[in-house]
């Protein structure tokens, strides 16, 4: 039992602080239809923000910074794709690629910062619970109210017209078009707030291990379509509130199978190939459920003209 | 009403496969006109709805609707005032989205941050309910649940539920059974006259052709060879359309969905 609650908490902290990501990716990927690739970018682009903010002695200011960044960066992804006729998959790999340049810039000529000594949201947390019960889950609490706000906000943004029709957009632009929605203005503002989720969640994953190096992003957007798959795999495509719990939950799992298999010794490098193979698997598995009874079908008439079942008239 | 100018529309220019689809063509349409469109493959009918409804725009020529100038207007924009319905019942509605919510998207009513009051979903559902399919009852399914049939219905529904100034079918029915297309051809009929819609209709079906509205235009090769109304089209048969084209074109009328009669 020792063993095995802090190994839930690590799993929950890191989980639920990537969840934010998983989070933008839903509404990007799963509503927006669009495979957001500046992910990686923008989440260290959100921490060196974040990192940035908080050091100059704004703990709270370096939460809404990190987002506002990362709406920015979705405003560029997004006026790239729709509006220079860059593809969408495209537009988001030079973003992220412009944006190694400008996170380094951010940190001033730095790869890494280190904020030990800084108040951040999470020492100030800490600072409240300290003489309660949950002295030991100053993490959590944050994280939890974070994810739980996002939640909140994303479910009430989908019920919204706006929400209605950045839904349509990924599912049926033409008919968006003919409700007299302009998809290029959907697209933008799907793709604004999904990514000041992606910058928040980099503040925070940065601002709990009280420091930022230009890799931290690096394999997010994989990382958190693993979650996102593993998330739709145990929840289906039921209604948007439990998708949406769904992804976080996804989160948590990928999460806590990765960190039951660092205890078991695999050595932490593998985190990008398991969630590589991951996320082939996630997709590749209702490809072939969907493609089983043409394949058998092709088993069955080629045994069958083996043995010369096959008759010539 | 609908005032074409003279308008041209070339695809692939400058290329081998260059096609001119539309040839300075003209047309004025009167408000409350129902104009039936027919043409052999590529004659340029769903071009010339294109053009109207903004999906690119023309090479030359105007287009004014309602003595508005719509010939840059985006398409999103001209979506307004033109309601649009396609062969493809798959087009006009989202599939993962209620038809609730379809509905709501297709009504555009309140700000951006408006979420459906229960006024606004009773007042959806009644409107459904006007179809006579049952679909009131399964407001809360997806769209891609429905059936084609369903789904042109629907569309119909919400292109028209604020009545547009011009309302373009084209070929809407073609992809539906015989007797579902006859439903949503009584709908559409229903609609049109209830709202005194103003309305272009492409048909396959010759006779649905002269059946329908109170004028027929036949084009081809971009341009419209042949326009009728009143007493000379109330004694046109389907023979007469024929022999039509074939004086005026020089060939047999080609189109590989054509019907002939009913």
């Known amino acids: 039992m020792s063993m095995i609650l802090p190994l839930i908490q690590t799993a929950l902290e890191l989980g639920l602080t990537g969840g934010l990501t998983v989070l933008a990716l839903f509404l990007s990927y799963s509503m927006l239809n669009v ?40 405003f560029i992804t997004a006026f790239i794709q729709t509006k220079m006729g860059v593809d969408s998959l495209l537009a988001g790999i030079i973003v992220n690629t412009g944006l190694y340049s400008i996170n380094i810039a951010i940190m001033s000529g730095s790869s890494i910062l280190n904020m030990n000594k800084t108040d951040t949201v999470f020492t100030i947390v800490k600072d409240l619970v ?27 943004f989908l019920k919204t017209r706006l929400g209605l029709a950045v839904r349509a957009t990924g599912n049926n632009p033409a008919m968006v078009k003919s409700s007299s929605i302009n998809p290029v203005f959907t697209t933008i503002i799907g793709l604004c707030v999904a990514n000041a989720f992606t910058g928040l969640s980099g503040c925070l994953m940065a601002q709990a291990q009280k420091s930022v190096d230009i890799n931290i992003g690096t394999g997010m957007v994989t990382i958190a379509l693993a979650s996102l798959l593993i998330g739709r795999t145990f929840f289906g ?75 010539s008239c | ?54 999906s690119f725009f023309t090479d030359e020529g105007t287009i004014e609707l309602d003595g508005q100038d719509i010939t840059l207007m985006q398409e999103h924009k001209r979506a307004r005032m033109i309601g649009r319905l396609f062969q493809d019942p798959m087009l006009g509605t989202a599939p993962d989205i209620s038809i609730m919510e379809n509905m709501a998207l297709a009504a555009g009513k309140g700000g951006w941050l408006s979420i459906l009051s229960g006024r606004e979903k009773k007042e959806f559902r009644d409107r459904v309910a006007v179809l006579g399919m049952g679909l009131e009852e399964r407001m809360s399914q997806p769209v891609g649940l429905l059936s084609g049939g369903q789904r042109q219905a629907l569309t119909l529904l919400m292109a028209t539920y604020h009545p547009p100034k011009l309302l373009l079918l084209d070929e809407h029915t073609a992809a539906l059974d ?15 006259g209830e709202n005194q819609l103003t309305c272009l209709m492409i048909t396959h079906n010759m006779q649905n052709a002269l059946d329908l509205g109170n004028r027929t235009l036949m084009m081809n090769q971009g341009k419209i060879i042949y326009d009728v109304c009143g007493e000379e089209r109330s004694g046109l048969t389907v023979k007469d359309l024929l022999d039509k084209f074939k004086t005026r074109v020089g060939e047999e009328l080609d189109n590989d969905r054509m019907l002939l009669s009913d």
């Open chain 1, 35 to 74: 495979c957001d690739l500046s992910t990686d970018g923008c989440f260290t682009l959100g921490a060196a923000v974040g990192a940035v903010v908080a050091l100059s002695g704004h703990p709270w200011l370096s939460i809404l910074a990190a987002m506002g960044a990362g709406v920015l960066s979705g």
């Open chain 1, 237 to 311: 495509k039921r209604k948007i509130p439990v998708q949406i719990v769904g992804a976080v939950i996804g989160a948590f799992i990928f999460r806590l199978v990765y960190t039951i298999a660092l205890r078991l010794n695999m050595p932490a490098y593998m985190l990008k190939l398991v969630s590589s193979v991951i996320v082939v698997l996630a997709i590749f598995l209702p490809y072939i459920r969907s493609r089983m009874p043409m394949l058998k079908r092709r088993m069955g008439i080629r045994s069958a003209s083996g043995k010369g079942g096959a008759k």
């Open chain 1, 130 to 156: 300290r003489e309660s019960f949950l002295k030991d889950q100053y993490k959590l609490i944050v994280i939890v109210i974070a994810v739980a706000l996002v939640c909140v906000f994303l479910i009430l």
């Open chain 2, 178 to 192: 015989p007797a579902t297309a006859e439903k949503v051809l009584k709908i559409t009929r229903d609609v049109i």
């Open chain 2, 1 to 54: 009403m609908l005032k074409i100018n003279r308008i041209s529309k070339t695809f692939n220019p400058g290329t081998i496969n260059a096609k001119k689809a539309l040839d300075q063509l003209s047309l004025h349409v009167r408000r409350g006109d129902f104009i039936s469109i027919i043409g052999a493959n590529g004659a340029g009918k769903s071009t010339l709805f294109n053009a109207i409804g903004g």
